[in-house]
């Protein structure tokens, strides 16, 4: 079992639908990342949080540490939305990030 | 623009070959980390490296090598290449000045293809 599962693991939504990806993971961790890859194949950050939630314009993450759950949310989603989102987790006391399996996101006009 | 940049952006070569993939971090940052990612694994943490020196080691072959250099650069080896090594492999880059979790930020990949 992985221990950082998504679902799901592809979404396709109408433009204006509001979007929401989900991240579960099994081990305590200090953080956790959500990464955004565009067909081209780079990786963005979007958010590194460790508690409560963040929000950046349209993008809204929240984490719950006691559930080890992770959401993602899109507000008024955009085909320019569509992409492959990751969430990753960084296992307590070490560096490296352990990935989910992606959710690929389809908005259509 | 993470401000982490890797090259070449493509590479392909014939199994049984060697390579380098080269990364420079972010301005400052002095931890470098490798990422593989294939059609059939996703991504994969390969290495760590922290001012030169190795600091963490996920599922890298003993085929491929890292190091990084006194100007904070750092580059892949992977040898004896086989059809399974085609994958993209990013750099990323953080601060990791306090021991606490730096956020990473990654470089454009390079795609490597292995015939």
């Known amino acids: 079992k992985n221990e950082v599962e998504q679902s799901p693991q592809n979404l396709t939504a109408q433009e204006g639908e509001f979007i929401t990806i989900n991240c579960s993971y099994s081990?305590?961790?200090?953080?956790l990342h959500w990464l955004q890859q565009h067909p081209g194949g780079g990786i963005v950050s979007l958010f590194m949080?460790?508690?409560g939630k963040k929000k950046h314009g349209r993008l809204i993450a929240t984490i719950n540490i006691q559930e080890k759950h992770s959401s993602l949310h899109i507000t008024a989603s955009h085909p320019r939305d569509s992409a492959v989102y990751i969430c990753?987790?960084?296992?307590?006391?070490?560096?490296?990030?352990?990935f989910g399996q992606g959710t690929r996101l389809t908005i259509n006009p | 623009d993470s401000g982490v940049t890797q090259t070449p952006k493509h590479l392909i070569t014939a199994t049984g070959q060697r390579v380098t993939l080269r990364c420079s971090p972010r301005?400052?940052?002095?931890?470098v980390y490798w990422y593989q990612q294939s059609l059939d694994q996703g991504l994969q943490f390969l290495i760590q490296?922290?001012?030169?020196?190795?600091?963490a080691k996920g599922n890298i072959l003993e085929r491929f090598s890292a190091q990084q250099f006194p100007d904070l650069h750092s580059e892949l080896n992977l040898s004896s290449l086989e059809l399974g090594d085609s994958a993209l492999y990013f750099c990323?880059?953080?601060?990791?000045?306090?021991?606490?979790?730096?956020?990473?930020?990654f470089g454009p990949g390079t795609r490597l293809t292995v015939l």
């Open positions: 301005s400052g940052d002095l931890s």
């Open positions: 081990v305590g961790i200090s953080a």
């Open positions: 949080l460790s508690s």
């Open positions: 990753a987790s960084i296992i307590q006391g070490a560096q490296k990030l352990v």
């Open positions: 490296y922290y001012n030169g020196e190795e600091r």
């Open positions: 990323a880059s953080s601060t990791s000045r306090d021991r606490g979790y730096n956020e990473q930020f």
